[in-house]
């Protein structure tokens, strides 16, 4: 028994090393690398690594194409997060029911936020191909365009950008509906009979007595929609490259192209531990405050 005792506990101690090591290494050593190299001139190819102090983060305040990128990321963010919750919230109504079809349509409704992102840009590149896509030629059948008319739906700035902003909806709309139709399941029925009872009709049922005690599941897609946004890169490098004209080009995605194209790491690394301070920042800050006004039955 001691034998097979001190067996587990060193398994245990095993594996909780490898995955600490693993933590570090993969997590945390890339962040603080990161972190120093913000501070030098890190060159791939001229191989200089210079400490120059601040100079970094001053150049930000100077670079027209870092604001553009910021104030991008920011509104498309905005954006996806209202609209996203707002239609996850209502197909979770619609789909708040018992039966094989319902879920059968949950499914349906999961199966964008599964996929990868790189599938997702080439299934809506190809849908909104200008001459051959999907949504032109829908367009073209119900007469809404002419029969030779075509929509530049990724050849205009503010088009494209309606295209990112609709596709990050569409994959991300099955989680938030998942996340709500959990909640609505775990709202207690005896509080809905009293509403009723006290004379509550549906609408006056659902906002005083049903939303109020979704609000841990406002938290979590709120908070989660925020960080993937913020984060958004893959969706962006397919449909559009950030064309046109650099119209959609996201913070995440001008990092990663100052690193591995322009080869300026240090500058790069430099926008990424802004990017790290303001998601960490705005997602405590936000969590908190939603976390502070939920209801618990």
Same mark, same amino acid.
């Given at each position: 028994m001691k034998s097979k005792r001190h067996f587990q506990f060193d398994y245990i101690s095993i594996t909780m090393t490898i995955g600490i090591l693993l933590y570090l290494a993969v997590l945390v050593l890339p962040l603080l690398l990161s972190f120093f190299y913000s501070f030098t001139n890190f060159n791939l190819l001229n191989a200089t690594n210079s400490f120059i102090g601040f100079k970094n983060y001053v150049s930000m305040l100077n670079d027209d194409t870092f604001l553009s990128t910021l104030r991008f990321t920011i509104e498309t963010t905005i954006i996806v997060t209202l609209l996203t919750n707002v239609l996850g919230l209502i197909i979770a109504l619609a789909l708040n029911q018992a039966g094989p079809f319902y879920t059968v349509l949950r499914t349906v409704f999961f199966i964008p936020q599964v996929l990868s992102s790189v599938v997702i840009g080439f299934i809506w590149? /190809?849908?909104? @191909?200008?001459?051959? #896509?999907?949504? @032109? =030629?829908?367009?073209?059948?119900?007469?809404? &365009? #002419? =029969?030779? /008319?075509?929509?530049?739906?990724?050849? =205009?700035? @503010?088009?494209? =950008?309606?295209? !990112? &902003?609709?596709?990050? &909806?569409?994959?991300? !709309? /099955?989680?938030?509906?998942?996340?709500?139709?959990?909640?609505?399941?775990?709202v207690p029925q005896d509080l809905k009979d009293a509403a009723n009872v006290d004379g509550a009709n549906s609408w006056q049922t659902f906002y005083n007595v049903t939303f109020p005690l979704l609000s841990p599941g406002v938290t979590v897609n709120v908070v989660m929609l925020l960080i993937m946004m913020f984060k958004l890169y893959d969706i962006i490098q397919v449909m559009t490259a950030t064309g046109p004209a650099g119209s959609t080009e996201s913070l995440a995605y001008y990092v990663t192209r100052m690193a591995f194209t322009v080869n300026r790491v240090g500058y790069a690394s430099a926008m990424a531990v802004i990017l790290f301070i303001f998601i960490a920042m705005i997602s405590a800050g936000l969590g908190k405050f939603l976390r502070s006004r939920e209801i618990e039955y």
């Open positions: 590149s /190809g849908m909104l @191909n200008s001459e051959r #896509g999907l949504v @032109n =030629t829908l367009l073209r059948q119900v007469g809404l &365009i #002419g =029969t030779d /008319g075509n929509i530049s739906w990724l050849g =205009t700035p @503010n088009l494209a =950008t309606l295209s !990112v &902003i609709v596709v990050c &909806i569409w994959q991300m !709309v /099955g989680f938030c509906t998942v996340v709500y139709l959990a909640a609505l399941q775990g």
